[in-house]
């Protein structure tokens, strides 16, 4: 069974910058499974926001972060990163990872199949 935990929130000024880690211990996962990162603020649903994949580290980013967050693997530390930059007060949200096997769905599909989640970590952006 994998265990995900993450790290790296905090309180944050709008306009600046924060580094999630989601760390996985257990039994080691194959390559073929890819990680991503969803967020929940109060009132709102689930919001898939980007995902790497273990092997090749391709990546999927929701439009509403594309080009202020980025994704990125440690496979040695079977650790993912999301560095957020230019955070908004509309960025404050419980953050999550999750894990699976990335298959040939696309990648909204693949993140509703996912099982594997960690507790997640509070973000707060304030203004």
């Known amino acids: 069974q994998v265990q995900l935990v993450e790290s790296g929130g905090g309180l944050v000024q709008a306009g600046g910058s924060l580094r999630l880690s989601c760390a996985a211990s257990?039994?080691?996962?194959?390559?073929?499974?890819?990680m991503g990162w969803f967020r929940q603020a109060p009132g709102k649903e689930r919001e898939f926001l980007a995902a790497?994949?273990?092997?090749?580290?391709?990546?999927y980013y929701a439009d509403s972060v594309k080009g202020r967050f980025t994704i990125s693997r440690d496979n040695a530390k079977n650790t993912v990163h999301l560095q957020m930059n230019s955070l908004k007060p509309e960025d404050s949200a419980i953050y999550s990872c999750?894990?699976?096997?990335?298959?040939?769905?696309?990648?909204?599909?693949?993140?509703?199949?996912?099982?594997?989640w960690g507790q997640g970590t509070l973000v707060t952006v304030s203004s």
């Open positions: 790497i994949t273990w092997n090749f580290g391709t990546t």
């Open positions: 999750a894990t699976g096997p990335r298959g040939g769905s696309s990648w909204p599909a693949w993140s509703r199949s996912l099982e594997v």
């Open positions: 257990g039994r080691t996962f194959g390559s073929s499974y890819a």
